[in-house]
């Protein structure tokens, strides 16, 4: 994803001019990375949530079943 191209609001880009400003280079890389990493685990949040449902529900299912064949 290309952080430039970003559509935003004027006066987000007034604030980002601002941020870009008062920070050098790696700091600019180090918030970008790190902004990047937050928004992809939002965007998959939700299919996360529900795939780890499923698969726990599985598993719980699937135990309850072996402990019901022991007794």
Same mark, same amino acid.
């Given at each position: 994803?290309?952080?430039?191209?970003?559509?935003?609001?004027?006066?987000?880009?007034?604030?980002?001019?601002?941020?870009?400003?008062?920070?050098?280079? *790696?700091?600019? /890389?180090? !918030?970008?990375? @790190?902004? =990047?990493?937050?928004? +992809?685990? *939002?965007?998959? /949040?939700? !299919?996360?949530? @529900?795939? =780890?449902?499923?698969? +726990?529900?599985?598993?719980?299912?699937?135990?309850?079943? @072996?402990q019901?064949?022991?007794?």
């Amino acid at each position: 994803m290309n952080l430039h191209n970003l559509k935003m609001t004027d006066e987000e880009a007034r604030r980002l001019e601002w941020c870009r400003a008062n920070l050098d280079e *790696e700091q600019i /890389a180090e !918030v970008e990375d @790190e902004a =990047l990493e937050i928004a +992809l685990r *939002e965007i998959n /949040a939700p !299919v996360a949530a @529900e795939r =780890l449902l499923e698969l +726990l529900v599985s598993v719980l299912v699937r135990n309850a079943g @072996e402990q019901e064949s022991r007794r």
